[in-house]
């Protein structure tokens, strides 16, 4: 699998962590962000992090996560590693997926899914992962997608949602902005 610059990047915060803690001298910390810098796949990032903790980072990921839940609200959100493959399976409960700050292992995610009545999945998709629902069969529900995005913004990741919703609703949507901090009325009586 090619590495993306994202990869890339986060191997090196990885290395000079290391060095930072003494693990690494200063001309293998050098060697190794080079070689991380010039690497073309995942196999050769995992070489030169692989004797390092991985402090502040999730755990691997799964190649594939299965969620089956009835009832309730279930969410990933802050940094968590995307599988290769989902299985989501929602009756009754809603599922909110966040990619803003999802650590991404790979260009593609498939996502097959069983929409139950009642049971939705939200998808907070930031600029530059794209979500594709032509493989999903819905006799009830509704399937909201962001327009595609043109030519000139780099795509990180592809979603590929496949399977059946048979009441449930999908909704991709980019992330909400924080409001603007508002000013503090001043209270009745004048300032004290």
């Not at 293998?28 to 991380?36: F, G, I, P, W």
């Not at 004797?51 to 299965?66: I, S, T």
Request: no cysteine; glycine share 10%; aromatic share 4%.
């Amino acid at each position: 699998m090619r590495v993306s610059h994202r990869e890339r990047d986060q191997a090196v915060e990885i290395l000079r962590a290391a060095a930072g803690d003494g693990r690494l001298t200063g001309a293998e910390l050098e060697e190794r962000v080079e070689a991380a810098l010039a690497a073309r796949t995942v196999g050769d990032l995992r070489e030169l992090t692989a004797d390092l903790p991985w402090e502040g980072m999730p755990p691997q990921p799964r190649e594939v996560l299965r969620i089956d839940q009835r009832f309730g609200e279930g969410r990933r959100t802050g940094r968590w590693r995307v599988p290769r493959r989902m299985e989501v399976r929602l009756m009754f409960s809603n599922l909110k997926l966040d990619f803003t700050e999802a650590v991404l292992g790979h260009g593609t995610l498939d996502i097959a899914v069983d929409l139950r009545i009642g049971g939705n999945l939200t998808l907070i998709t930031p600029p530059g992962v794209v979500v594709d629902a032509d493989g999903i069969t819905k006799s009830r529900g509704e399937i909201k997608l962001p327009p595609v995005p043109g030519p000139e913004t780099p795509t990180h990741l592809r979603i590929f949602l496949t399977g059946t919703s048979t009441g449930g609703d999908i909704t991709a949507r980019p992330p909400r902005r924080l409001p603007w901090p508002r000013k503090a009325k001043p209270r009745a009586g004048g300032e004290r």
